[in-house]
């Protein structure tokens, strides 16, 4: 026995005697506190314990527990002789004569300092944990027992679904579960599944203690020992409502800038990857491009470009800028399904994700086909009205520069009329006929003077009161000659006095205009001329037999250089009836022309009794023939 006790030097085995005094001291004793068995026998045992565990009586009370019980046993912190300590496993049997006499107690003191600290440090990290779980507030972290009952509750628990640890604990999971849920036996199906593949998770709608729901995010584990049996489950809910929410929001966003974009119908609006396939479609890229969805999409955007554009190269370069810059812009021809062109804007645009990546690219495409018609149209106006105003800046300028010296010659003509009168008749008769060509270009000068100045907003009336009446046989006298060499007999029909404010002189013009213009298309026919009063106007109308006007002339001769019959057959510029029209309207009244059907042509003006002058402004010019 005494071999055996040296040999063991992880324990100290030693013999004290009933007060606790060392009687013995072994190989281990000494090499657990270092002391010989010189320096310690004798002493008691309450040196190995620290001072504070002296004063409390420790030693003592295991010595009395062991003479008490037989054994005692306990665990805590011993001293060395150096004074360092260790965690120490003391075992105290108490030893007993033949007689039961009470003859000491052996003990036996292991050092498990090692497995202490490791205990220790596994204790703190496991505190520790605890307090992590239980502090955690964005998560319900909790244990089920294998029946899937509640075994613990943290503070995230509590706050997530409303509960105190002492209203939940013990209850089954399947309070947590909608209605609906525990009819169809989710909880349970759960449950299995997490038993049996040792993982699951859900995603589902939870009812809080209130009865209100949350969208949560549930992880479901298996917690088995070191020989697999199910200890129960760690249950992990977080609440994703808000995030549900604000995935759902932007969900239907999109499905609304979806729905938005596919039914644009004046836009193609649609994707392209980074290489140029089409990967998108909407209702107005269908529309102005004539491909269905089936069709285009994951075909190349170049299908939509003119063979001259796909040789210069013209799509890879709008990907190039694109890509370097963001975007692109551009107008030009494109080609539809059917191979017809339109004109397009263009706008590309590069998209990328957060890091940069290219992604493809947004082309927005719109048919400016009409627009560019328009412009185009409204281009060719501009230069035709240019065109018209350089005219009648040119008649404005060439009718003044002529008016000078034809003065001049219509009064030398007349001078030299006089003189050789008596000297030589058919001399006389040349001189005649020159002076009445002088008269015609004259008034053809003071025509085109008319037009210039209706043309520029400068015609102006002289009002003055008299008796149209009176005014009109001396009017149609100067006409009459006229009248007798073209075969026309000229006669006249007034009812009365008919005094009013106009300009005589253009009153007379737009008599002589029409009567001219009767003689000229009615040569042979009779002329007959009316003036009459109609409430506050006076109606003055010219009637001939001639051939009349062709119905769908009847509005056009009122305007510039329009005529109803060839200029071949008939002189003229096609100036009178414009001019008179619009000397009619400056005087407030009105002009117009129909066929009378027994023949002929009726002209009728109407003049305002009273002033009504309108202010005369420049016509705005039409594209029309410039002569």
């Given amino acids: 026995m005494r071999l055996l006790v040296e040999t063991l030097r992880d324990f100290a085995i030693i013999m004290l005697d009933p007060r ?18 010189e320096e310690i026998l004798g002493q008691a045992s309450a040196r190995f314990f620290p001072s504070e565990d002296a004063a409390a009586q420790r030693p003592a009370r295991l010595l009395e527990n062991a003479a008490r019980e037989g054994r005692a046993e306990d665990e805590g912190w011993l001293l060395r002789k150096d004074g360092s300590r260790f965690w120490g496993n003391v075992t105290v049997s108490v030893i007993r004569g033949e007689a039961g006499a009470h003859l000491g107690f052996a003990q036996v003191t292991q050092d498990l300092t090692q497995r202490h600290l490791r205990e220790e440090a596994l204790r703190a990290s496991e505190e520790r944990f605890r307090l992590l779980v239980a502090s955690v507030r964005d998560y319900a972290i909790f244990m089920l027992d294998p029946d899937g009952r509640v075994a613990t509750w ?23 579960y909608t209605p609906e849920d525990v009819v169809a036996r989710r909880p349970w199906r759960l449950l299995k599944l997490a038993e049996e593949q040792g993982r699951i998770e859900d995603e ?109 190269g013209k799509t890879e370069l709008e990907l190039e800028v694109a890509q370097r810059t963001g975007r692109f812009e551009d107008e030009g021809w494109r080609v539809r399904k059917d191979g017809t062109r339109f004109w397009a804007s263009v706008i590309l645009t590069a998209i990328r994700d957060e890091s940069g990546t290219l992604l493809g690219y947004a082309k927005v495409t719109r048919d400016l086909t009409e627009r560019r018609r328009s412009e185009e149209e409204r281009l060719r106006l501009a230069q035709a009205q240019e065109a018209i105003r350089l005219r009648d800046e040119f008649l404005s300028i060439a009718s003044h520069e002529l008016r000078t010296p034809l003065t001049a010659l219509q009064l030398q003509l007349q001078s030299l009329r006089e003189r050789v009168e008596s000297m030589d008749d058919k001399l006389a008769k040349r001189m005649d006929r020159a002076t009445r060509s002088t008269e015609r270009l004259s008034e053809l000068v003071e025509t085109l003077l008319d037009v210039a100045r209706i043309s520029t907003g400068r015609f102006s009336l002289k009002m003055q009161r008299f008796d149209l009446s009176l005014a009109l046989p001396e ?119 129909r066929n009378v059907p027994d023949g002929g042509v009726c002209f009728t003006v109407r003049l305002p009794l009273e002033p009504r002058v309108t202010q005369a402004t420049p016509e705005p010019a039409a594209p029309e023939e410039v002569h």
Wanted: proline share 3%; hydrophobic share 40%.
């Fill in 475 to 593: 009017m149609l006298e100067r006409l009459a000659p006229a009248a007798a060499k073209a075969g026309c007999e000229l006669s006249r029909e007034i009812s009365g006095p008919l005094m009013g404010t106009w300009d005589a002189l253009r009153v007379e013009q737009i008599l002589t205009n029409i009567v001219s213009n009767a003689i000229k298309y009615a040569a042979g026919t009779p002329i007959k001329v009316t003036l009459f009063r109609e409430g506050d106007q006076a109606v003055l109308q010219v009637r001939d037999r001639g051939p009349g006007v062709p119905e769908q002339d009847l509005q056009r001769i009122f305007g510039r250089f329009e005529r109803a019959a060839s200029m071949r057959h008939y002189g003229g510029l096609g100036l009178g009836l414009y001019v008179s029209n619009q000397i009619v309207q400056a005087h407030g009244g009105s002009l117009d022309a």
């Fill in 154 to 176: 943290n503070l995230g628990a509590e706050r997530t679904k409303g509960y105190l640890p002492q209203e939940i604990i013990g209850q089954h999971i399947s309070r947590f």
């Fill in 204 to 312: 589902g709608w939870r009812v809080r203690k209130d009865g209100t729901r949350f969208w949560a995010d549930v992880v479901l584990t298996a917690l088995r020992d070191a020989h697999g049996r199910l200890l129960g489950f760690a249950k992990v809910t977080r609440d994703l409502t808000e995030k549900r929410q604000a995935h759902e929001e932007l969900r239907r966003s999109e499905e609304r800038f979806r729905l938005l974009v596919s039914n644009v119908k004046d836009y193609a609006i649609f994707m392209i990857d980074p290489q140029g396939r089409v990967m998108t479609w909407n209702a107005g890229a269908e529309r102005i491009k004539g491909y269905t969805a089936a069709e285009i999409l994951g075909q190349h955007f170049s299908r939509f470009y003119t063979e001259e554009d796909l040789r210069s």
């Fill in 20 to 37: 606790g005094t060392v009687q013995s001291w072994s190989t281990g004793a000494e090499a657990l506190h270092g002391y010989t068995a």
